[in-house]
């Protein structure tokens, strides 16, 4: 689990440094309104299923578990997105944008770290 958290953080430092770096040298015009927000949030859920996902025992449990994860994911995802659009109109695009970019990076990363772990008890 501890190697989760580091991958975890390590992807999240990388993300809000080459976004910084992409900005101050002119490859991108703007970064997100919630740049950071989103970053943080994502991760953070990320994190928050995973612990839940990892300590799962039951693995009759688990897909009923992940599904479940997933779903109230998505929902609190599609309200922070609402929230977006609706303070940022302007920018909501590219918020979304870069929203749905950290959800599949995370995600990746979720899914690759708990397939070690269901691989592994085979």
Not at 45 to 54: Q, S, W
Not at 99 to 114: H, Q
């Amino acid at each position: 689990m501890n190697r989760f958290f580091i991958a975890i953080s390590g992807v999240v430092f990388a993300i809000l440094v080459s976004g910084r770096i992409a900005f101050k040298s002119g490859w991108i015009i703007t970064l997100p309104s919630f740049f950071y927000e989103t970053t943080l949030l994502v991760a953070c859920l990320t994190g928050v299923i995973f612990i839940y996902l990892f300590k799962s025992n039951n693995p009759s449990f688990f897909v009923q578990l992940y599904l479940l994860s997933m779903t109230v994911k998505l929902l609190a995802c599609l309200g922070y997105n609402l929230f977006m659009m609706i303070e940022d109109r302007p920018g909501g695009v590219m918020n979304v944008l870069y929203f749905l970019f950290n959800y599949f990076v995370f995600t990746f990363l979720e899914i690759a770290f708990l397939y070690r772990k269901i691989s592994d008890k085979r």
